[in-house]
DNA sequence: ACCTGAACACCGTTCAAGT
DNA sequence: ACCTGAACACCGTTCAAGT
């Protein structure tokens, strides 16, 4: 079973295979390898026999494999670049320019979900670079777009701060939910798993409404949350 | 230098080299053995060393290394059970019992830095179990404790939700903020890195502010405007 | 009943060697 | 200049064998 998926990613790259090797060019297949069939299962050896080459001609390009990933959250992270939602400046006040910023990482999130967790818990290499906004570039954009609508530094990194926080759990809790977890094997419909639910009624009878998907709603409403506190914040200290 | 570490850590198990294996005692090394050594350093191999015993015995207790970090994560949630903050029922107000929730969590987190994003990140085995509140027994108690607070179904369980993604995010760049990045050799006080910082003179500019730890009051600010939303939400619909 | 030795398949990574 | 073969050290896991 396994191997009926990794014919596919390697049919996807076969007719590429005699161009020659470069850093993009494994950064994308590894890329389409995670999203396809999860990080764990990304191996040097595997990665090469997409790419129709032996395992150890990659580390010409790529240091090892802790830097691969880096390099994917790199990847990942510069599509942003190319979303005019996201790299706009703020013109339409700073509320805009958040719920912008806010849905252009979102939809990274969701189009890669099993790549997400990477940019998401990967240690951050300076303290202040905080997932998931792990681009100098974002972070730049993101706090002289407050800077030009008025914020103060205090105000723009305590902002900066709620954001992170923000997204990194909302998304990480809604890509996980869309099967960012699914194996190798999709099981259709889960059976409600009566194991563990002794002593656990409440639980059991909300199941259904448990079960339910309101990500989206739940997002914008935390995102509207998370504008308005900044909206009191800001006019209680006359900006 | 691993190898000093890894002394410690059996030195401190080898009075109980001889009392004979269990799967508590496996799981209770293997959290002792993450929080000192971090997860991806934690190999079954190494694991039995610890125990004085060699890998495959500990087949015996623990169908595999997933497994094994499955129980991590249920070792360090039964931790919480015996906290009487967090295992009371809301007796002063449903704001004090979310409060007591959140500060029992975050104080588990940062008790094992190391091994939160475990509970943080593994994908939940039902979708109604959302990070970080992976035990059943936690989420009966939320969801009951809100009902008996006069909370309808469908305000919990949209408490529950804002609840975990705001504890999830809050706690996972705490917890990476403090170190629970530093590898095997923690560098005293890493220098600004120049790398990178080219062409982000506001990231450059800001970085002592933004490099200071704020994060309990982060949490505590978060939570707070958390409890505003659903108190507004709470009166507003009439309960 | 509990632990071990030996083995298997698979890793990441290095390096001298090929073309 | 670019890729490969062979090798090393280390994994998770199985299973027949020891005690």
Same sequence: chains 1, 2.
Avoid: C
């Avoid at 320019?97 to 940019?119: D, N, S, T, Y």
């Avoid at 105000?155 to 099967?179: C, D, I, K, M, P």
């Amino acid at each position: 079973m396994p191997d009926a998926d990794l014919l596919a990613v390697q049919g996807r790259e076969v007719p590429s295979a005699r161009i020659p090797l470069s850093r993009e060019r494994i950064l994308t297949a590894a890329l389409d390898f995670i999203d396809a069939e999860g990080v764990s299962a990304l191996t040097m050896r595997k990665l090469g026999g997409v790419l129709g080459v032996e395992a150890m001609s990659l580390y010409r390009y790529v240091p090892g494999r802790e830097d691969l990933l880096d390099g994917v959250v790199d990847t990942l992270v510069s599509q942003l670049d190319l979303d005019e939602d996201v790299l706009s400046t703020p013109e339409h006040g700073w509320q805009d320019f958040l719920q912008r910023m806010a849905h252009g990482v979102r939809r990274v999130a969701i189009a890669h979900p099993k790549a997400f967790p990477l940019v998401a818990s990967t240690p951050p290499e300076a303290p202040w670079l905080r997932p998931p906004l792990r681009s100098i570039r974002w972070v730049e954009k993101f706090l002289s777009g407050l800077l030009s609508e008025g914020f103060s530094d205090e105000q723009a990194v305590a902002v900066y701060r709620a954001f992170t926080g923000f997204l990194l759990g909302n998304l990480l809790l809604e890509v996980s939910h869309r099967g960012g977890a699914v194996g190798p094997l999709d099981l259709v419909e889960e059976e409600v798993p009566q194991r563990g639910l002794r002593d656990a009624p409440v639980v059991e009878r909300l199941g259904p409404l448990l079960s339910q998907d309101e990500s989206l709603r739940e997002f914008e409403e935390s995102l509207e949350s998370l504008i308005d506190r900044i909206t009191q914040q800001v006019s209680s200290s006359g900006a």
